[in-house]
């Protein structure tokens, strides 16, 4: 496509000359322009309540579920074009979609404008289409960022209570909450719900396209695997065989790329679901000396951190740009509280802060002392453009203050960006240019003031 703006009444690229209209594939009634010529706001179809996919290259739209564009001169990947996060990104690598830090935020006295919404008794939150949805007090919630309209409140069957740290999965049309005895699916809407499995949650993920799922039915460990379709109370779901040895272990979670999803076994190896052929195989097998801790998703291959006597080791699986894979000591001890993997840097933080570059093989270029207090969470900021490269978002409770700074590592300085008192603090992630953190009784969101 030539990329031309388009209005809302061109049928025809007056540039190109490409069709660039097309009937709702929900109702086959509106006719939408393609979304490579306008922003994401007309996603949702209006009369069946669905929120649709859009190819990546081309812009066509589809039904949910649908993984590449059907035009043969195209073949681009079909997915939302809505960003969505609950806590950790679905690859494991961090709690991040598109947050450019505002330099206004790198001063003494940052600029910023502070917008809350209250849930008592919060478990969990999702964002999607420009939307916050909460798990609260036996009921699901979602508010509208885009406006002030009142939240929406969905009370939940029997009182349902969240069971393990996967809390919220984002399923094509539905969330999935993670109960103490179900998963269960509920609509974007917030008009119905539906079982989606009866059992004991031990780990939830979900990609735009495959739901993975392990739980405890009659004592023993069930591995579920659900694709994505147009109808989310339809779902395709099936029990997936898999060896003993490939149970997930005892606190584990699943991490996932576009075709697999990966966790670690029982046995300490990592294990892989083929998402298309739902076949369970070994993906690395147990080490010889340590143990994993930790695992995320590459494009190729996963990644793990393991304790080896003590110390932290990274390791990157063989792949094709890596044949023989990757093991790097970062000599940090093992009280590992998190860490994050971009583009550029693999960041661990301990006792120390670490950052180890990509493009040097890993080698440790900087370390700090992390700011004082308790962590509860991170998320990394991109920085484009700025002096000191990307920065690290901490969220610190010390005493009664809560605090979120921004680390930088080069300087070695840790600013403080926001602070307040007497909230229990639970979890922090920055979406489309907004940290949002959220607490025991509501959510606040943080974003730069405009002048």
């Known amino acids: 496509m030539c990329k031309k703006e388009l209005k809302q009444t061109d049928r025809f690229c007056s540039q190109c000359g490409l069709e660039v209209k097309m009937d709702c594939p929900a109702c086959g009634e509106d006719e939408r322009l393609w979304l490579a010529t306008i922003d994401h706001s007309t996603e949702r179809c209006a009369n069946h ?140 809407g917030l008009n119905n719900d539906l079982k989606l499995y009866e059992c004991e949650p031990l780990a939830q993920a979900a990609n735009f396209w495959w739901w993975v799922a392990w739980g405890e039915k009659d004592g023993k460990r069930v591995l579920l695997l659900a694709a994505v379709t147009g109808q989310w109370d339809i779902p395709d779901l099936q029990e997936v065989e898999a060896p003993e040895d490939a149970e997930i272990t005892p606190g584990g979670r699943i991490v996932m790329n576009d075709h697999s999803a990966y966790w670690i076994g029982k046995d300490n190896a990592i294990w892989r679901l083929s998402l298309e052929g739902g076949i369970v195989e070994q993906a690395a097998k147990p080490l010889a000396v340590g143990k994993r801790r930790d695992i995320w998703a590459d494009k190729e291959v996963p990644g793990s951190l393991c304790d080896n006597r003590g110390v932290l080791e990274f390791i990157l699986e063989p792949s094709q740009k890596q044949p023989y894979g990757k093991t790097v000591q970062t000599g940090i001890y093992v009280n590992c509280n998190d860490f ?55 969220l610190i409770k010390d005493t009664n203050i809560t605090r979120i700074s921004v680390v930088d590592i080069s300087a070695g300085t840790a600013p403080i960006l926001w602070q307040t008192d007497n909230i229990e603090p639970k979890g922090l992630f920055a979406v489309n240019n907004c940290l949002y953190m959220y607490h025991q009784n509501g959510l606040i969101e943080l974003r730069e003031a405009r002048k």
Not at 345 to 350: C, S, V
Not at 361 to 370: I, K, L, Q, R, S
Request: hydrophobic fraction near 35%; charge should be positive; aromatic fraction near 12%.
């Open 340 to 394: 994050f993997l971009d583009e550029e840097y693999l960041w661990i933080i301990g006792r120390k802060i670490g950052r180890y570059p990509q493009g040097d093989g890993f080698v440790p270029n900087a370390h700090m002392d992390p700011p004082v207090g308790i962590w509860v969470s991170g998320c990394i900021a991109e920085n484009r453009g700025k002096v000191g490269g990307k920065k690290l978002v901490t």
């Open 49 to 188: 309540n669905i929120y649709l996919y859009a190819c990546e290259k081309c812009g066509r739209w589809y039904l949910p579920g649908v993984r590449q564009c059907e035009d043969p001169s195209c073949k681009g990947s079909v997915r939302s074009p809505s960003p969505s996060l609950s806590g950790r990104r679905w690859d494991g690598r961090g709690r991040t979609l598109s947050f450019d830090l505002p330099a206004s935020w790198l001063g003494s006295t940052p600029a910023l404008n502070e917008r809350e919404w209250k849930f008592p008794g919060l478990h969990a939150t999702l964002y999607a289409h420009d939307r916050i949805y909460a798990w609260h007090q036996g009921s699901l919630s979602y508010q509208n960022l885009l406006n002030d309209t009142p939240s929406k409140l969905y009370p939940l069957p029997g009182n349902v209570i969240p069971h393990g740290k996967d809390l919220l999965c984002l399923f094509g049309g539905a969330v999935i909450l993670a109960g103490s005895s179900e998963f269960l699916a509920v609509d974007l």
